[in-house]
C-alpha cells in the first residue's frame, strides 16, 4: 500500500531510559489526526538525545512496530553543529529577520548538509513506487533536491513552518543558493501565508535567476509547485477534552484559585521571536495606570527551548529578572501580578487555562503561524474571552475576530489589554464565535490532507501528461529519421546557450562546441545559427565550425563554408535609428544596470543586469512607449529575453531563412528559439517543418522543451550520441500556444 513518508527533525516520541513517550510540539499536534489512519505514515527523524549502538536495533523494532517511526542517529557534537549551530543559530534568526542574532560557521554547514544527507538516504531505503514524501522545516531544507537527485519520479513535498523574510534578509545568508536549490527538488512546497510564499517567488528571481509563474517555478526539466496551507489544530483532541469532567473540575481549581480576578494569559516557546520582553513593557505600561492591580492575574508559561543556543539563555535571565522587578514594584498584600511558570504544562491543564482566561496575549514579533492562538480559541466553547494578537503572527492572516496589536509598540498594547478586559460580552460572543469556526472547521487533518492531496495531484513520474510523451517520442523519431536531407536553423542565446547576467559571458561551452563538432560531420544535416547578436560576436565563437552564420536576426549573413559576410538589407532604410536611440538612451539613465547596444540594423536596450522587477516593469514601459513612436513606421518592437529592440519589420530570421533556403531542397527544416524574435521561423511556409520553442511563453512552434540542455540533447539524437533513450523524457511536450 503507497504510504506517506513524513520527514522531520525530530520524531513524536522521545526516548528515554529504554521508555517510548509521545512528545509535544506544534507539528506532532497537527499530524495527530493522520496518525495510525488509512494513508499508512511513517515517520523518519532524530528521537533525541544518544542511543548506543548495543540498543539501536531493539530501539528501531520498536519504534517501527508501535509507533510507525524510523530513528536518525546523531551523535552529540553532530548534532549540536546540526541543530544548535547550522539550524538554530544561523538559518532560523534569519527566517525570522532577525540578522542580528544569525552567525555562520563553516563546521557548521558541513554538518548540516550531511546530516540532510542521512534523512535522504533513510528516505530512499524506504520509498516505494507511489509512495509521497513529506519533509517539513528549515532543518532539513536540502533533502527535498537530494531525493530528485537519486530519485527523479519520488513525489516529495516540503512545508516550512517558519516565516520565509524577504529577499533583502535572506540574501544575507552565506549559503543562500544552496537552501534555495535544497527545496526547488520538491514537487511541491507550502507556506502558511502567501506574503511567505511572495518573499520565496522573489528570492528565487533575485538569487538564482529563475522567473516564477503565479504558482510553480520552472527550473531546467522541474517545475516546483507552490502553495499556501495554514496550518490548524488538532481541533477533535481539544473538544473531547473540553467535555470532561476532569477539564471541568480543572477549569473551577484556576478559577478559585484567582477569585475575582480577571486572567490574562500567555503561551509561548521561550524564544527570541515571541516578543517577552516587549509584551512585559506592555504589561508594565498597563500596570501603571491600573488603578485596582488586585484585580488582574497574569499568567505566563514560558516553555524552555533550545538552552544549548547562548541567545535563549541570556533571554530566559532577561525575562526572568524583568517579571521579578515588575512584581517587586506591582504586588500589593493581596496579589502579585504575574505568576511566571518556566515549564511544559499538561495537556489538560493548558486547556483549562485557556478557558478560564478572559485575555490571551499571542504577540510574537514574527511568526509563521502560531497554534497557541488557534488552540485559545479552540478551548472557548462555551466562555468567551479577547484574542490580542500580533499583526506580524501568520494566524493573524486567519483570525479577523482577533484584536490586532503591532508587538513593537507596547503603549499600544497596554491599551489594547485594558480594551480587551472592558470588552463588552455580545461584541466578545461575536468575534470568538466566528474565529472558532475557522480554527474547528480547518483543523489539522484538513490542513495535512489539503497538502497530501495536492502533491498527489502533481504530475513527477519523470515525464509530462502521455499526449506531451508522445509528442516527445515522435519528435526524436522524426530526427533520427536516416536518409533524410535536414535543414538546422537554430538561435544561440536562450535555446544552443543558457542566458547569461554578462551577455559576453555566454560563449560556447566545451560541450556545445563538441556537440556542434558531431553536427558538422553529418553529410546530410546543415546547420545554420541565426542570431540577434553582432556579427563579430558570432565570428569570434563560431567562424571555426563552418556551419551558417546569421547576425542581427536575418541582417547579415554567412554562408556555411564561406568566410564572406553578405548583407541582406541592402534597401532598408535606417533613418530612424537616431530617434530611437534617444528614448533608449533616456530609459538607460532611468534604469541602474540597463544599458543600449547599437547595431547596425537596429537598437537593443539590455536590462539584465538590473532589478529584475524595476526591468520588467520599465520594460513594460518602454514597449508602450516605442509602440506609439513606431506606429506609421516599418519598425518592430521586440520585447525578448530581457531586452527590449527595435528592428525594421523588412529584417527578420524567418527571411533570412528562407533566403538561405533558395534554389535547395530538404527533407526535413527544423527551426528552434526562445523568444519573439525566432516566431518569423515557427511561421515559415516551407515543407516538412518543425519547430521547437525552448522554454515558456506562447508560440506558434509545434513542439516545446523546457531549455537549452534539453534542446542538446535532443540535437545529440541527430548524431546517435543519445544513449539508449527511446524518447523524449521530461523536457518535450506540445506547445499549448
Known sequence: MAKIINVSNR??????????????????????????GDEGLLWIGWPGGAIGEEERGEVEKRLREEEGCLPIYLGKEEAGLFY???????????????????RYEGGWWEAYRDVNRRFAEKVLEVAEEGDVVWVHDYQLMLVPEMLKRERPGLRVGFFLHTPFPSYEVFRCHPKRRALLEGLLGADLVGFHTFGYLRHFRSAVLRILGLESEFMHVRHGAHTTCLGVYPIGINAGKF??????????????????????????????RLDYTKGIPRRLAAIRLFLEK???????????????????????????????????????????VHNSPIHFIHGSVEFHELCALYAAADVALVTPLVDGMNLVAKEYVAAKREETGVLLLSEFAGAAQEMFGAVQVN????????EAIRGALGMPEEEKKRRMGAMREVVMKFDAEAWARSFVGDLREIHCGGGESREAEAAGKELR?????????????????????????????????????????????????????????KAEDLEGWLGECGFGLVAEHGAIVRRAGSKVWERLDLNVSYGWKGEITHVLRGYERSTPGSFVEEKQTGVVWHYRKSDMQFGEWKAKQLVEELTAVTANQPLEVRHGKKIVEVASTLVNKGAAAIRLMEGKHYDLVVTAGDDLTDESMFRMNVENLVSIKVGEGATSARYRVRGPGELRELLASVVGDSGSQTDMGPGVRLSQA
Request: charged content about 30%; hydrophobic content about 40%; aromatic content about 6%.
Open 239 to 268: 473538544e473531547e477534552e473540553l467535555g470532561t469532567e476532569r477539564h471541568a473540575a480543572e477549569k473551577k481549581r484556576i478559577r478559585e484559585s484567582n477569585p475575582g480576578q480577571k486572567i490574562v494569559l500567555s503561551v509561548e
Open 477 to 533: 523519431e522524426v530526427l533520427m529519421a536516416k536518409g533524410k536531407k535536414m535543414a538546422i536553423f537554430v538561435d544561440y542565446d536562450g535555446t544552443l546557450r543558457e542566458l547569461e547576467r554578462e551577455p559576453m559571458a555566454a560563449c560556447p561551452t566545451e560541450e556545445l562546441m563538441a556537440l556542434l563538432g558531431k553536427l558538422k560531420q553529418k553529410e546530410d544535416v546543415e546547420v545554420t545559427i541565426i542570431s540577434g547578436r
Open 84 to 102: 544548535e549551530g547550522f539550524a538554530n543559530s544561523s538559518v532560523w534568526p534569519m527566517l525570522h529577520s532577525m540578522t542580528w542574532f544569525m
Open 290 to 332: 491600573c488603578a485596582d492591580r488586585d484585580g488582574i492575574k497574569f499568567i505566563f508559561v514560558s516553555v524552555p527551548s533550545r538552552g544549548g543556543v547562548e541567545q535563549y539563555r541570556e533571554l530566559r535571565a532577561n525575562v526572568e529578572s524583568r517579571i521579578g522587578r515588575m512584581n517587586g514594584r506591582f504586588a500589593t
Open 11 to 36: 520524531l513524536p516520541v522521545t526516548i528515554s531510559g529504554g521508555e517510548i513517550r509521545k512528545s509535544s510540539g506544534g507539528l506532532v499536534s497537527a499530524l495527530e489526526g493522520m496518525m495510525g
Open 407 to 414: 508587538p513593537y509598540d507596547p503603549p499600544a498594547m497596554a
